[in-house]
């Protein structure tokens, strides 16, 4: 009965920003690692940012500086604010809830995902 309810998607020109959310049901976000990947077109699936339990994070090189993922433990809500995006930020974006696994950034070390929400720049 985990559910993963994503939100914020949507299509932006260059040099925009987007704040994805993920509110979790069935388990605390705080107990766990939280993660966002993003699959575009032609391409592997991505891991861009991931949060473990404790706080610390890790982000993708090419996301670094301009993605931030946060979690807010009260809302059991995840988030992704995307900045300075890029056309090539244009992807399907899922949030995970899971285990860290190496980096953080593993696909199969999440047992927990949202349906996806596409973003979608221009430029």
């Known amino acids: 009965q985990v559910q993963l309810m994503e939100s914020g998607g949507g299509s932006v020109q260059a040099g925009g920003s987007l704040r994805l959310s993920c509110a979790v049901s069935?388990?605390?976000?705080?107990?766990?690692?939280v993660a966002w990947f993003r699959q575009a077109p032609g391409k592997e699936r991505e891991g861009v940012a991931a949060?473990?339990?404790?706080?610390?994070?890790n982000h993708a090189d090419s996301v670094r500086g301009r993605f931030t993922i946060s979690r807010d433990n009260a809302k059991n809500t995840m988030y992704l604010q995307m900045n300075d995006l890029k056309p090539e930020d244009t992807a399907m974006y899922y949030c995970?809830?899971?285990?860290?696994?190496?980096?953080?950034?593993?696909?199969?070390?999440?047992?927990?995902w949202g349906q996806g929400t596409q973003v979608t720049v221009s430029s």
């Open positions: 995970a809830v899971g285990s860290w696994w190496y980096n953080g950034l593993v696909a199969r070390a999440y047992k927990n």
């Open positions: 069935g388990l605390t976000v705080n107990y766990d690692s």
């Open positions: 949060m473990h339990s404790d706080g610390n994070t």
